[in-house]
Each structure stands twice: as structure tokens, then as C-alpha cells.
């Protein structure tokens, strides 16, 4: 496991944060959300007795498992993008769900497209589902087929390429431009950045209700938060919610990401300050995470705002899982996938491992410190799961 530290941070704001992230925006994001069928604030669980086994002030994780039934928090952002699609493409007024609808009614059916490696394209599915629209979903080379049968029972047309991730969202960009279907990803590049917005938005609703669950004086005691990064979409989006929520004095953020896609931390480390893409095979068992290409809008946010970036091995993540699911003491258990368990193994290993003593420290991690983690998806990978908790932490 590495860590480095963010040369480029600076005091002040960037205009992302401020502009398209603001808490009015933020409210009215979650307040449609809370117009869809099944919609429930996911569980807040906080592991008191492991704060102080490991010597901090609180830990708190977000189970995001528990997110309309999906096992993943990714419906947030897809349902919310098409929603913007028929709002400021197609000119359609509504204030919720079922004024959605019934503007969808006499409304010829749209075809939504994307790259996924799992969570993104069953959140998308789930979306145009339920609004009576269709989705073509495609997945890299190496997805487990249990991710692409889940995605077909949403009712979903879904296969598997022959191609790494970032080759495929290149590819299904172009299939879309070809076929008239509307593009629904959840990265950016130049020219393609309204609708990557529109996603990342929509996962704010989770620190909306964070806030809500901790109340304001307690949210605003949060002084660490550990977040996964794949494009850094979910990741940036966190980041600028938390920085505005709090009135620009945001917690000290760590982003963790897989060591063979671990685009985030060769780009900070870079000295001309631009995103660096990873190239091969990506493999990692964090499908979520297995991108090598950082999202513009993403990399802009946490250049800005993230602290420290973590590259590890999949023995972290591993980790991460098995002390959320084995907890210790009457701390309640966690189901987390390998992308949701990563950040929690890689402070665990920060708080007691004595060769990261000396970054733990520099982070200011100890018996103040209380740490936020949303643990952003169940166990995907059933199979993969069972196997990983049958072994010793």
C-alpha cells in the first residue's frame, strides 16, 4: 500500500464546487430522489468498538447495500441523469417522479446506453425501467457474468466486450453517436461533460443524508472521510458535497483507489498537474474501481480538495471486507463489496500497521478523529465475497 500527498491543494474554492454543488442544488436532488418508488435513507451504522480498539474518536460507514433494492448506490446517479435528459433535452416540467411519468406517457420511448462494470449499468437499468424506457448496457472484458445476468433481469439488453473498460466506453460512446441512443456515463471528457455532471449530482443525495442522520453540529464534527475512486466521479462528487455542506471547511479526504488502476495516484504525482491514464488489463477483484482513466470533472474536484491518495492490493480491500462483515464486539455487521470495503482496509492498515505510522500521524488520525466511510455497494459478487470471508483477516 502507498500513500501520497496532494501537492496542488490550495486554500480557496474551485468553481465546480461552488457553482454546480451548491446545498439548494444539493436539497432538490434529494428531494426528487424521495419522490421514486422505494426510495429510504440507507443505513448510518457507526462501530464504536472498534474506534477504540484502533484509538479514534468515532467511526462512522454509510451501507449503501441497502439503496432501492440495487446493492449498490448507483441508481442514485442513474436516475437522476435521465430524469435531467428529459428535463433539458426534451423540455418536459416536472417536480418528482410522478409528474415525470406522466409527462413520459405519449413520449416516444428513448434508448439509454453505457459502459459499466457492474453498479453504473444496473443503476441505469433499473432507471429506464422504471420510466418505461430501454437500456443497452456493456461491460469489459473479465466482468463476472453474475453483474451482466443482474443487469438483463432489470430488463436490460447487456453483453460482455472483448476490451478493457476505458476501451469500452470509448466504444459504446460510438455505437451511441451511430444509433441515436443517449449516452448515460458516468465519466467525462472534453465535449462530454452535461451528463456526467447531472450523475454526480445525483449521488450527493447520500451526504444530504448523512447530514440529515448525524445532524448539522455533528456533520460538521467529521474531520476524516476515506473514499473510493474508479473515474472519481462518486469520489469528486463526495468531495464537493462535503465542502459546500460545510461551508468550505471540508474534512481532511483520503481517496483509495486499486494498485493496477490506480489513475488518481500516478496523476497527483505528476508534475504538470494533468490526468495520467492507466493502461492493460486493469485486474483487480475491485470491479467498481477498475478504470484507468480519470473523469475531467472528478480530477478537477480532487486536485483541489482531496489530501492524500492511497494506491493497494486487493489483500486490502479483503481486509476491509472481513472487518466490516466479522466486527468486533456489538458492532454491527457490513456487507461490503470489494470496491465498498477498500477505503475501510486501507485506515485499518493505517491505524495498525507501525510502517504507516508516520502518515496516519500527518493526517491527524487519532483520538479526535471521527471518520467517515460509505461503503458504496453489498456483495455484488456473491461467489467472490463467500471466498473472501472464509479467510482469516
Known amino acids: 500500500m502507498q500513500m501520497v500527498w496532494n501537492g496542488f491543494k490550495k486554500k480557496g474554492s474551485h468553481p465546480l464546487l461552488l457553482e454546480h454543488f451548491d446545498p439548494e442544488r444539493l436539497e432538490a436532488v434529494k428531494m426528487f430522489h424521495g419522490s421514486v418508488p422505494g426510495y429510504d435513507e440507507t443505513p448510518l451504522v457507526q462501530l464504536n468498538d ?13 451501507d449503501e447495500s441497502k439503496r432501492f433494492g440495487l446493492n449498490a448506490f448507483k441508481g442514485l446517479g442513474g436516475i437522476h441523469a435521465v430524469a435531467e435528459y428529459f428535463r433539458d433535452h426534451e423540455g418536459m416540467e416536472f417536480d418528482g417522479y410522478h409528474t415525470l411519468q406522466d409527462a413520459l406517457r405519449n413520449h416516444p420511448t428513448a434508448t439509454f446506453a453505457t459502459a459499466t462494470d457492474g453498479n453504473h449499468g444496473k443503476g441505469l437499468a433499473w432507471a429506464a425501467s422504471l420510466l418505461g424506457q430501454q437500456a443497452k448496457v456493456f461491460m469489459p472484458e473479465g466482468s463476472e457474468v453474475s453483474r451482466l445476468e443482474a443487469i438483463r433481469e432489470l430488463g436490460a439488453e447487456a453483453e460482455i466486450m472483448n476490451m478493457n473498460y476505458d476501451d469500452t466506453v470509448e466504444r459504446v460512446a460510438a455505437l451511441a453517436e451511430e444509433n441515436g441512443w443517449v449516452l448515460v456515463q458516468d465519466t467525462a471528457w472534453p465535449g462530454y461533460e452535461e451528463v456526467p455532471l447531472s450523475i454526480m449530482k445525483g449521488y450527493t443525495t447520500i451526504i444530504k443524508e448523512v447530514q440529515s442522520q448525524l445532524g448539522k453540529n455533528v456533520f460538521h464534527g467529521i474531520t476524516h472521510v476515506f473514499l473510493q475512486a ?7 462528487a463526495m468531495a464537493a458535497a462535503l465542502f459546500n455542506l460545510t461551508g ?19 496523476s497527483i504525482q505528476n508534475p504538470s498537474g494533468d490526468p495520467q491514464r492507466v493502461t492493460g488489463a486493469l485486474d483487480t477483484m475491485m470491479a467498481g474501481l477498475a478504470c ?14 482531496a489530501d492524500a491518495f492511497i494506491s493497494c492490493g486487493d489483500e486490502t480491500s479483503a481486509r476491509g471486507m472481513r472487518l466490516l462483515g466479522r466486527p468486533e464486539g456489538d458492532d454491527q455487521s457490513i456487507v461490503s463489496g470489494e470496491s465498498g470495503a477498500a477505503p475501510f482496509g486501507a485506515f485499518h492498515r493505517l491505524m495498525t500497521e507501525e ?14 478523529s471521527n471518520v467517515l466511510f460509505i461503503s458504496t455497494e453489498g456483495d455484488t459478487d456473491a461467489a467472490n465475497y463467500e471466498r473472501v470471508m472464509t479467510r482469516r483477516l
Request: some cysteine.
Open 50 to 62: 472498534l474506534a477504540d480498539s484502533i484509538g479514534v474518536g468515532k467511526i462512522y460507514v454509510k
Open 230 to 236: 474508479g473515474v472519481g466521479s462518486f469520489a469528486g
Open 248 to 266: 468550505g471547511e471540508g474534512p481532511t479526504i483520503v481517496v483509495v483507489e486499486p494498485d493496477q488502476a490506480d489513475c488518481f495516484h500516478r
Open 292 to 305: 484507468g482513466k480519470p473523469s475531467i470533472q472528478g480530477w478537477e474536484i480532487l486536485k483541489a480538495s
Open 355 to 368: 510502517e504507516y505510522q508516520e502518515e496516519s500521524q500527518r493526517l491527524g488520525l487519532d483520538g479526535t
